[in-house]
């Protein structure tokens, strides 16, 4: 992507990042970057395009054995795949986050521990925050949220699922967020997220509240929110890599 490669530029780095905009499915330009020099010591393949990722990785197997490669996949069967050829780390931020939260249910202080180890060089020790256990509405019943509601039922939470429209009071209503213990805004939409967030808070003023966030952009609007969880995927794939 041209436009992050200029991004790249502009970011205070300790080392200028040399950047080659190119297909990377295409082994001819994974060669051009590097990969067969001794220098190489390892390829993180993290589009957003897990056919991409999948190819990257394959590649690496093939071209460079030796070296390990971390590589992001979205659904658990691109997962499967690249661990049949033996991928060494396989980051699904939405499985992760799945598992993540069952920690925080089951044990709230070895989850609070483990995102501060796990977390950016200088990221503080942040109070405990456990989700509540009882009846939990979740908006949104895609990827993500299908590993949110294994990770409830895993600990036998009632659960109500939304799968449209659950940005009005009327729906949020029907599905029982005046009584819920939480709220998960898990759509692919960071204003609808928000504006459920909002709504749910307003006719539950002491619901939690777990909202995934899509796109940096709008870190500003998050944090002016002050959800109780928000779910990033970027920074949990940046974090496992680091880890």
């Not at 044990?107 to 200088?122: A, D, F, K, Q, V």
């Not at 967020?177 to 805004?185: D, P, T, Y």
Request: hydrophobic share 45%; with cysteine; aromatic share 6%.
């Amino acid at each position: 992507d041209p436009a992050r490669v200029e991004e790249a530029d502009l970011v205070d780095f300790a080392q200028d990042p040399p950047a080659l905009t190119a297909d990377a499915k295409i082994p001819e330009n994974l060669v051009a970057a590097g990969l067969k020099r001794d220098q190489c010591r390892g390829v993180l393949a993290l589009t957003n395009d897990d056919q991409a990722n999948l190819a990257v990785a394959m590649a690496v197997r093939l071209l460079h054995p030796a070296i390990p490669v971390l590589a992001r996949a979205m659904s658990r069967e691109t997962a499967a795949n690249m661990a049949s050829f033996g991928t060494d780390h396989i980051i699904n931020p939405f499985a992760k986050f799945g598992d993540y939260l069952a920690l925080a249910i089951a044990s709230p202080g070895s989850y609070r521990l483990l995102s501060w180890l796990t977390g950016l060089p200088g990221t503080t020790l942040e109070p405990e925050t456990a989700p509540p256990r009882g009846h939990w509405v979740v908006c949104g019943y895609g990827r993500f949220g299908r590993e949110v509601v294994q990770a409830f039922r895993a600990h036998d939470m009632d659960v109500t699922i939304v799968e449209q429209g659950g940005t009005e009071a009327p729906t949020l209503r029907e599905a029982g967020v005046e009584r819920s213990v939480g709220i998960v805004a898990g759509t692919d939409d960071d204003i609808t997220n928000l504006s459920i967030a909002v709504t749910a808070r307003e006719l539950n003023p002491q619901i939690f509240t777990i909202l995934r966030q899509n796109l940096q952009a709008n870190r500003e609007l998050f944090s002016a929110y002050r959800a109780d969880i928000v779910m990033v995927s970027p920074e949990i794939i940046a974090d496992e890599c680091l880890a």
